[in-house]
């Protein structure tokens, strides 16, 4: 898949700005790949269905919990989506910050006496 890059500065101090372009195109890629995972989740569902009716003995939706609940599962979903988009919102969120400040500074005018 083609990396896109959706905003980005010139140079430190810069504000930041947004490439809706390229935002467009990262959301055209999210929605097909939803789409594509929808799709691919709605025929496990089929099949699941289908295997619990056909074998009633065994206890699949307690065994699909299990699994799903693992710690060994959740720590490879955490590593996976958590703990990266984490650090890139964090990322965002202190550029967008840092723009915030140098904007009211810019705009600022103390009042009082002087020093």
Not at 45 to 65: C, G, V
Request: glycine share 6%.
């Amino acid at each position: 898949m083609k990396r896109v890059k959706a905003w980005s500065r010139k140079k430190p101090g810069d504000t930041l700005t947004l490439d809706l372009v390229a935002c467009r195109r990262l959301l055209a890629v999210l929605g097909m790949q939803l789409k594509q995972y929808e799709g691919e989740v709605t025929a496990y569902r089929i099949l699941f269905e289908s295997l619990q009716h056909m074998t009633p003995d065994i206890s699949w939706s307690k065994n699909l919990a299990k699994i799903q609940n693992s710690r060994r599962l959740q720590r490879q979903l955490h590593r996976k989506y958590d703990a990266p988009l984490e650090k890139l919102l964090e990322k965002i969120g202190r550029q967008i910050s840092g723009q915030e400040v140098r904007s009211w500074l810019k705009t600022w005018k103390p009042t009082g006496p002087k020093h």
